[in-house]
């Protein structure tokens, strides 16, 4: 006879396990299929059915869509542009969300309302504000004129004090009473206590940074200052998409990132250990 309480236990074991495996599947799909479809041809990517090992990969795509535009350069350009967005966006919020949670000063809750609000409006509806803005300071058509909108953001600010709020202030008091000032305070104890939001907060910055089309296609006219995402819409014109050079040169630019995530992935894991047990 089945054991009624080991065959339970097994379903509530391996049922959750079934169902991430899908799901995990469900997101890995579209970068098989593109993995698949930069082996193909114009001619064959669209078939139906589409064949996901292809009878003949075309392994020369690689080469020929990464000689067809200076794609170093791309790569390049969207790393230097995202590493200094992520560096200064996660150092200007985690300042800003500690001031927000640490400091008892009048109007921090309203303050904290109005940046969390700003989530609620879209970069669509600011978009020409801060480009008029931007040409003001001259910066149209630079690296900077990509980077500053995006030194500080609302969701950065709102993670950095939320996990804040969760620093012991028994802690950073017996720091005071010990003669500490506010900055080594902030150095010494705050910043090393809190790398788990400060490596996942920079890694989706730079994420973010790197994945972005709609600002730097505004800001940027010229072709070498051009990013992986402007890059990729060169194969994009009136009479002809190249598909499959669209599709190789996507794989290639997930690599950096896929790099920066096997780095940091332990150091999270560590990090949110660390975290957590300081929390308790």
Known sequence: MIDVRRFTYFIARTLP???LAIVG???LLPLIWTI???L???ATIFQVPFSWIPRSAHWTNYPKAWTTAPFAL???NSF???LVIACGCTLFSHMAGYGLAKFAFGGRHLIFGAIVGTLLVP????MIPVFIITRQLHLVNTYWGVIMPGLITAQAIFFMRQYMVGVPDELMASARVDGASEWNLYWRIVFPITWPVIIAVGVLTFVASWNNLLWPLIVINSKHLYT???GLAQFNSVYFTNYVFMAAMSVVSIIPVLIIFLLTARRILDSLTIGSGLKG
Do not use: D, R
């Open 80 to 82: 230097f542009i995202a």
């Open 228 to 230: 992986v995402p402007l």
């Open 25 to 27: 599947f469900m997101f």
């Open 74 to 76: 791309y790569l390049a």
């Open 123 to 126: 970069f669509s509806a600011i």
């Open 40 to 42: 193909h041809t114009n």
């Open 17 to 19: 396990m079934i169902l």
């Open 36 to 38: 698949s479809a930069s």
